[in-house]
């Protein structure tokens, strides 16, 4: 990508140009091209790149008005491209590649602060407008700390983000050194600080306030699991409302990186040094309290997936979740293991709906876990004992450690709250009654002991209008952590999701499959373990979407044939995918 034009208004090579036969000199970007795509077949277009950066070096005045005017004549010409237009277009795209774009690493983490940041700022709006517009007025009264500061944030960050776009046309431009630096468009800003305290002390009250609201008023449950559903929602609202507090994090390594970068002696040090020393006070406030908000968002998240009442409890600490292989008489069987601070629970999904079923709980009170060959290990409990079998010795490894360290942390701790016989009540610690109706197979009729009274079991034409009214009221959850960990056998931890959210990135990637030669330049979002693609980072939602959960991550081999700079691999089983940063920082980042 070095000879391609990667300024931050990249997304002009993303006109769609469908009717324009695509020649030999162009990238194929024709969605849904491969067999493996993700994306909607009816999206299907043609990207031509080379028209695209004409226009756009036309537009940054790259092109003398000589050129432009034969230029604007090519339309009037026979229609196939040939002749004099077609040599001044190789002259404008001559100009476009002699550009001497900006090299250094400064530029670089300036041009990540703007990517990440028109996300962000998508963010806010999410929650600040399409949130607000589902909601009653009753419901937006009763969340009005929540709106009164996104309103505040949404404002601040509008300005901010002018800001950076246009300090970075002109770093990418005919400016001089001195607009080679981003700390002082930062300084700026740092009077919106104060709002970002505010939000930090009261967060987690605006986050209990919620999730109250959703257990204790139907209405509000379907309004909110309706904007759940829509496709601007991308994320659960729990993960979008920690935004604000991720923000300030990737600001700090962000700042972090440039003051590494930098001399003492360069213009831009001074203040980012200054930003740093302010933004320091406030992300250490975030640190001592996002472990407890991320805990409650995903035991709230829990909570709407498993059935399991009142998961969410004061001092219950979420460590671990993700797929066991259980031993029994019918052979290994996919289960679904959850590690708290208080409470070991394995279940099945439902066959029905996306929720998970619980089938069985070992108080980590009295937990003990035994070692065995391979990568198989017992737990011990109360009157359960169980059996089963990691993918991998990490897996095991890292159960056993945990498990352990579970039992050895309660113990130390006195007795407070003891764990509720009614929270188990559709529990059991013995899956033979719950084998007798086929539920450990995932049988439709394991839900006569559910539904219907327990009357026995549900007909056809009962079990299909079950299953409508769980796809009208459930929202789609298939990306969220506990579902991938069901589908891709993988596991992940509390300690996993804080990590993550740390880094997250935005970005233009060129996208190749396995089996394709065509390179797809698409707009990229990464957060929550996912990768979410867009045409443009002007598009409301996202065209398809890839967890990552699973997957491996490297540099393509020789047997991939792939010929090009800052490549990287993505691969699960026989899932392959290659994509192409446009500079080595991106690659590495």
């Known amino acids: 990508l070095a000879d391609v034009y990667h300024g931050i208004n990249g997304n002009m090579s993303l006109d769609r140009r469908g009717e324009i036969t695509t020649a030999s000199t162009r990238y194929d970007l024709t969605l849904g091209s491969d067999k493996s795509s993700s994306l909607s077949r009816s999206e299907a277009g043609t990207y031509d790149v080379i028209q695209a950066e004409i226009q756009h070096a036309k537009r940054q005045e790259l092109a003398t008005g000589v050129a432009t005017a034969p230029h604007q004549n090519s339309h009037n010409s026979n229609g196939n491209g040939h002749g004099h237009p077609m040599t001044t277009q190789h002259d404008i795209e001559a100009e476009v590649k002699k550009r001497k774009w900006p090299t250094e690493p400064s530029y670089f983490l300036a041009k990540e602060l703007l990517m990440t940041e028109r996300t962000y700022k998508k963010d806010l709006d999410v929650l600040n407008t399409t949130f607000r517009q589902v909601l009653s007025l009753e419901d937006v009264e009763q969340l009005q700390p929540l709106f009164e500061l996104l309103d505040s944030l949404a404002q601040h960050h509008n300005l901010f983000l002018r800001d950076i776009e246009h300090r970075l046309v002109q770093w990418e431009g005919r400016g001089g050194h001195d607009v080679h630096r981003i700390g002082d468009v ?43 559903q829509q496709k601007v929602c991308y994320l659960p609202v729990g993960e979008l409302l920690l935004k604000p507090l991720n923000r300030l994090l990737h600001y700090q390594l962000l700042l972090e990186r440039l003051c590494d970068y930098y001399a003492e002696e360069h213009i831009d040090y001074g203040d980012c040094q200054a930003v740093h020393h302010l933004l320091v006070r406030s992300t250490k406030q975030i640190r001592a309290h996002l472990p407890d908000a991320a805990n409650f968002v995903e035991l709230c998240e829990l909570q709407r997936d498993i059935s399991f009442e009142q998961l969410v409890q004061p001092h219950r600490r979420l460590i671990r979740q993700g797929c066991l292989l259980k031993h029994s008489k019918r052979g290994l069987q996919q289960r679904m293991f959850f590690l708290f601070s208080d409470l070991l629970l394995y279940g099945t999904k439902s066959p029905l709906d996306q929720n998970f079923r619980i089938l069985g709980h070992v108080p980590v009170r009295s937990l003990l876990t035994e070692n065995a060959e391979h990568n198989t290990f017992s737990i011990f409990g109360g009157q359960c004992a169980i059996t089963v079998s990691a993918g991998t010795t990490a897996e095991k490894t890292l159960w056993l450690a945990e498990l352990s360290k579970a039992a050895t942390d309660i113990k130390n701790r006195p007795p407070n709250m003891q764990l509720q016989l009614t929270t188990l009540k559709n529990c059991s610690s013995s899956e033979e009654g719950l084998d007798l109706f086929g539920l450990s197979n995932g049988n439709n009729s394991s839900l006569n002991s559910s539904v219907n009274g327990g009357g026995g079991l549900l007909t056809p034409q009962q079990l299909q209008l079950q299953q409508q009214q769980h796809n009208k009221s459930q929202p789609s959850r298939s990306n969220t952590a506990l579902h991938v960990c069901w589908h891709r056998g993988a596991t992940v931890g509390l300690g996993d999701h804080l990590i993550a959210a740390e880094h997250q990135l935005s970005g233009y990637l060129l996208r190749k499959f396995k089996n394709s030669s065509g390179w797809q330049k698409l707009w990229v979002v990464f957060t929550s373990f996912c990768l979410y693609f867009y045409k443009s980072y002007q598009d409301e939602f996202a065209l398809a979407s890839l967890p990552l959960l699973g997957y491996t991550v490297g540099p393509p081999g020789h047997q991939d044939a792939v010929q090009k700079e800052f490549v990287f691999k993505l691969s699960f089983k026989n899932h392959v995918y290659f994509f192409r940063a446009e500079s080595a920082h991106t690659y590495n980042r």
């Not at 919620?210 to 759940?228: A, I, P, T, V």
């Open 186 to 228: 930062m300084m700026k800003h740092m009077a919106t600080l104060p709002i970002y305290d505010e939000y930090v002390q009261t967060h987690l009250d605006i986050l209990h306030c919620l999730n109250d609201m959703y257990e204790g008023d139907e209405r509000f449950r379907q309004l909110y699991k309706g904007f759940e």
